[in-house]
């Protein structure tokens, strides 16, 4: 038997991430009858190791059964009501309450988890240290930014990338970087990790649509320690017909701000010639870890014109120079959040990363009750460049199929459509 305890605690390091950890412990005990291995923890926040194993031992995908113990099984959790005041203390009982009885919770239970309430400075805490079920206890803020219900309904559709790799061309920079461009498949799970996580890879039929792939970009830092950039790329094809658009690939990692922008042209590039959406406050405004790229973008529109471009057209006409990129500021991040919040809940899209998911769990209102991002100690890197992604699908030009020209050369092939083929 092995017993590990508080693995919601385990911190991944440079080194040695928690998983490493547990495979070379369970890897030193035999399968068999009268053995167990057994993961145990007080949830701590979501995205950790013991957090992703529960969500798949609960769907079935790995060989852990889950085991949730609620407060309310705990003996000493308990106040004594009285026989003669069952009924008025029944009748006084609350929503919640009498979800909690449905749980299986008893009265004399219940009467505790009333009085404990009390003396709890937020609500939400009282359900981090004394959770009912496991949503629970794994939340980890009590003033979250997107409702937990709008989170499990976009993680319903997040399902693992079917190709790991690279897109790559015959240069890392200049116009080379555009030629012979081609989809490298990593395997080695290690290689995953600063790897681009593909859904679907683009579609063989190029040039049939303008703007069919949206890529977004939010960048952050080049230090272990600063904010992650964040690749996001979206296919809006189903728009044509009224549908929703879906995230097919997504990059996560650190990079230097000016490879990080020919790699996400790269992508954009590869998905049809796509329109590639930067948001561009770091590279304008801070010079971030003493690299000043602000004219990167200026650089790459040699190369690669299709750019999200925040100047209008009329202003264009009137000479105002061009600006490139999205600039998030106290005004538009809220624009792009509250935009992202609406989406979740009316299914406005797909979601298929399963991490950008628990980065909305740890999205919170900060206690000014006006600003908004990550939980300390957390990132908002997903939520941004999702956010501006789903943006853009729907406040730009839907895509469109484009022309082809009929040359003469080939005899258009006719055929009857009826009922059969149909």
Not at 49 to 62: D, I, Q, S
Not at 158 to 175: I, R
């Amino acid at each position: 038997m092995a017993h590990l305890t508080e693995v919601g605690l385990w911190k991944e390091t440079k080194g040695k991430k928690p998983e490493d950890l547990v495979q070379s412990i369970f890897g030193s005990i035999n399968d068999g009858p009268y053995t167990v291995k057994v993961l145990e923890s007080t949830a701590k926040g979501v995205g950790n190791y013991f957090h992703r194993t529960w969500l798949k031992a609960v769907k079935g995908e790995n060989d852990f059964t889950p085991v949730f113990i609620p407060w309310f099984l705990i003996d000493m959790y308990s106040t004594y009501i009285g026989y003669q005041n069952y009924l008025d203390f029944i009748e006084s009982m609350d929503e919640y309450e009498h979800y909690l009885f449905e749980l299986g919770a008893t009265l004399e239970a219940i009467a505790w988890y009333r009085k404990k309430k009390k003396g709890m400075v937020e609500e939400w805490r009282m359900c981090s240290e004394y959770p009912s079920d496991p949503k629970e206890a794994f939340q980890s803020t009590g003033r979250p930014f997107f409702p937990r219900q709008y989170v499990e309904q976009c993680r319903k559709s997040c399902m693992d990338p079917a190709f790991y790799g690279e897109f790559v061309g015959d240069a890392t920079k200049g116009e080379k970087a555009f030629e012979n461009i081609r989809f490298v498949e990593v395997e080695k799970p290690k290689q995953r990790e600063n790897a681009l996580h593909v859904w679907m890879l683009p579609d063989k039929s190029k040039g049939l649509y303008r703007y069919r792939y949206i890529v977004s970009v939010d960048i952050g830092g080049t230090g272990d320690q600063a904010d992650y950039s964040s690749i996001k790329v979206f296919d809006r094809l189903p728009m044509i017909e009224g549908g929703i658009p879906e995230v097919v690939a997504e990059w996560h990692g650190h990079i230097e701000h000016d490879l990080l922008i020919w790699k996400a042209a790269q992508i954009a590039k590869a998905y049809d010639t796509a329109l590639l959406v930067i948001e561009s406050n770091t590279l304008e405004t801070e010079g971030t870890e003493g690299d000043n790229f602000e004219y990167v973008l200026d650089e790459i529109v040699d190369f690669y014109p299709d750019l999200y471009s925040r100047t209008s057209p009329e202003q264009i006409k009137q000479g105002a120079p061009v600006k490139y990129g999205f600039h998030t500021n106290p005004s538009t991040k809220p624009m792009v959040t509250g935009f992202l919040k609406a989406a979740m809940r009316d299914c406005l899209y797909i979601e298929r990363s399963l991490e950008t998911t628990f980065e909305y769990d740890q999205f919170e209102i900060k206690e000014d009750g006006k600003k908004t991002g990550a939980v300390e100690g957390c990132h908002d890197d997903r939520v941004m460049s999702t956010a501006i992604g789903v943006y853009v699908c729907y406040k730009t030009e839907k895509p469109y199929r484009i022309a082809q020209k009929n040359t003469g050369l080939q005899k258009r092939k006719t055929r009857i459509v009826s009922e059969a083929s149909v």
